[in-house]
């Protein structure tokens, strides 16, 4: 199941991204131009044994294709601070990536997180214990509402540890590097504090 089948729009940006003719995708497709034309205008849908050859065909994954999302990443020296998390809302599944991309769990199309400031019923205090600090989140760990995981991101580090329900939200860190503490309640979201 996908959240959302190809659209006209899409197609037709991608089309015209690749330089192509609306003949000349339809003949790699084994289609008639005016096809190509009733998917770009909402008057048809490409059936689904060609969505496969039509994202070939136009050069992106058939998960970009679906979702319109098409990404293009240009900074292949990726700086782990400009990390992107995303949680799957249906299983939990939790995906990190260097850079942008289409990200997908439980066939639906997830969002990067944005992450906000920590807020009063989010605080994280940091502790000095030798050589590392101690990070604590004071926050209700039911099944309900808790912390599912604490992370600290640095330009090349990333550290995360994951929570559970009926445990505390608490953990050592080296916090080398400054950098943010990430953390992530399942009702509140992505919540960040400057190191
Ligand atoms: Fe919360």
Known sequence: ????????????????????TQAQLAETLGVTAKAVSKWETGKGLPDITLIEPLAGALGVSVSELMSGDVVQ?????????????????????ILHTTGRAV????????????????DDAHTITIEKVEDEY??????????EHFISFIAHLTM?????VKFYPEGNA??????????????????????????
Request: glycine content about 8%.
């Open 1 to 20: 199941m996908m959240n959302a089948y190809v659209t006209g729009a899409t197609i037709k940006q991608l089309r015209e991204l690749k330089a192509l």
């Open 170 to 195: 608490e953990t050592r860190f080296s916090l080398r590097g400054g950098g943010f503490l990430y953390l992530y309640c399942n009702k509140h979201g992505l919540m960040k504090k400057k190191v």
């Open 134 to 143: 101690f990070v604590t989140v004071p926050h209700p760990m039911t099944k």
């Open 103 to 118: 990200v997908s769990c439980c066939g639906i199309t997830l969002p990067p997180l944005e992450a906000e400031e920590t």
């Open 73 to 93: 990443n240009n900074n292949v020296s990726s700086n782990l601070i400009r990390s992107k998390f995303y949680i799957c809302p249906l299983c939990g599944n």
């Open 156 to 160: 090349d580090r990333l550290q995360m």
